[in-house]
């Protein structure tokens, strides 16, 4: 099992570039890649984006791939536009005329303006960066995914000592299940006499019909059952090494609605109290489960 948070970071050299790639990952329900690549990559940038995915299935992935120039390979390529900068010298020099100043431009002050000298980055061949791009991203994708589940292992730990904690309080809801149906009874022939009406046999056919009209009221056993069902369900979950996070979140939804039932079915003070102990224990759970992939 797997979270859905982590960080991962790789850094190859190729070519007197050192290229690093970084990548950190987020709760989402589905998987979503964002990744910024320098300009003269941005034509793999669909290739590096579908090898997160294939390792991916939920979460959003925040990536960047940044590239370093050696200080020779960085070296900016220089050209003088002379037509430029003749056409500039000839305006200036008839400028100069016409206002009666000296005619003193210079070199330097020539070469500052627009467009007589213009500097270029040397370009970068995607094709051969292709593969050192891709061998960076992999390393930050094993990290990526070694502290995802590193992560889902805490969660996974704490998802079973919370379930552990649910299955205590069902084994306690269905050993006072039972006591329901007696107490509901005594409660019966107590308000018979508290209205002055002849209490009927244990073996009276309308006492039996209103206890049995009780019992399948407020049996709650298909409901534990369920219940129970779905904690295996869950468990199984915890040890699993595929991604489980939806199913998960399913189970919690299915184990919420099975506890309301016998929250409303019950009828009883004692039944309500864990009720509502569940009910936090496994919101606790909701909680978790949106982190895990």
């Given at each position: 099992?797997?979270?859905?948070?982590?960080?991962?970071?790789?850094?190859?050299?190729?070519?007197?570039?050192?290229i690093t790639?970084?990548?950190?990952?987020?709760?989402?329900?589905?998987?979503?890649?964002?990744?910024?690549?320098?300009?003269?990559?941005?034509?793999?940038?669909?290739?590096?984006?579908?090898?997160?995915?294939?390792?991916?299935?939920?979460?959003?992935?925040?990536?960047?791939?940044?590239?370093?120039?050696?200080?020779v390979?960085?070296?900016?390529?220089?050209?003088i536009?002379?037509?430029?900068?003749?056409?500039?010298?000839?305006?200036l020099?008839?400028l100069a005329?016409?206002?009666?100043?000296?005619?003193?431009?210079?070199?330097?002050?020539?070469?500052?303006?627009?467009?007589?000298?213009?500097t270029?980055?040397?370009?970068?061949?995607?094709?051969?960066?292709?593969?050192?791009?891709k061998?960076?991203?992999?390393?930050?994708?094993?990290?990526?995914?070694?502290?995802?589940?590193?992560?889902?292992?805490?969660?996974?730990?704490d998802?079973?000592?919370?379930?552990?904690?649910?299955?205590?309080?069902?084994?306690?809801?269905?050993?006072?299940?039972?006591?329901?149906?007696?107490?509901?009874?005594?409660?019966?022939?107590?308000?018979?006499?508290?209205?002055?009406?002849?209490?009927?046999g244990?073996?009276?056919?309308?006492?039996?019909?209103?206890?049995?009209?009780?019992?399948?009221?407020?049996?709650?056993?298909?409901?534990?059952?369920?219940?129970?069902?779905?904690?295996?369900?869950?468990?199984?979950?915890?040890?699993?090494?595929?991604?489980?996070?939806?199913?998960?979140?399913?189970?919690?939804?299915?184990?919420?609605?099975?506890?309301?039932?016998?929250?409303?079915?019950?009828?009883?003070?004692?039944?309500s109290?864990?009720?509502?102990?569940?009910?936090?224990?496994?919101?606790?759970?909701?909680?978790?489960?949106?982190?895990?992939?």
């Open positions: 099992m797997k979270s859905m948070t982590g960080y991962g970071r790789g850094e190859c050299t190729a070519k007197g570039t050192r790639v970084e990548l950190n990952s987020v709760n989402r329900k589905q998987a979503e890649v964002s990744l910024g690549v320098p300009t003269e990559l941005e034509s793999i940038e669909s290739d590096l984006r579908d090898l997160i995915l294939a390792t991916v299935s939920r979460g959003r992935v925040s990536g960047r791939v940044a590239l370093q120039r050696s200080g390979d960085r070296a900016s390529g220089v050209t536009n002379e037509a430029q900068a003749k056409a500039y010298r000839s305006e020099t008839k005329k016409s206002l009666k100043i000296p005619d003193n431009l210079s070199l330097d002050s020539l070469l500052r303006l627009p467009g007589v000298m213009e270029s980055e040397p370009t970068l061949d995607a094709k051969a960066f292709r593969a050192p791009v061998r960076a991203l992999a390393q930050a994708i094993e990290g990526l995914l070694a502290m995802r589940e590193k992560e889902g292992g805490n969660l996974a730990r998802l079973t000592k919370r379930l552990c904690k649910l299955r205590r309080i069902v084994k306690r809801v269905a050993r006072r299940a039972p006591d329901v149906l007696k107490h509901h009874r005594e409660r019966l022939i107590e308000r018979l006499k508290n209205a002055n009406v002849d209490v009927p244990m073996d009276d056919e309308r006492l039996l019909k209103e206890v049995v009209y009780y019992t399948d009221r407020t049996d709650i056993t298909e409901e534990l059952t369920r219940l129970n069902s779905h904690f295996v369900q869950l468990e199984e979950c915890l040890s699993d090494n595929v991604p489980v996070g939806r199913k998960l979140d399913f189970l919690a939804q299915e184990m919420f609605r099975e506890i309301n039932t016998i929250g409303s079915k019950a009828n009883d003070a004692n039944i109290s864990e009720v509502v102990t569940l009910k936090t224990e496994l919101e606790k759970i909701r909680e978790q489960v949106q982190n895990i992939e």
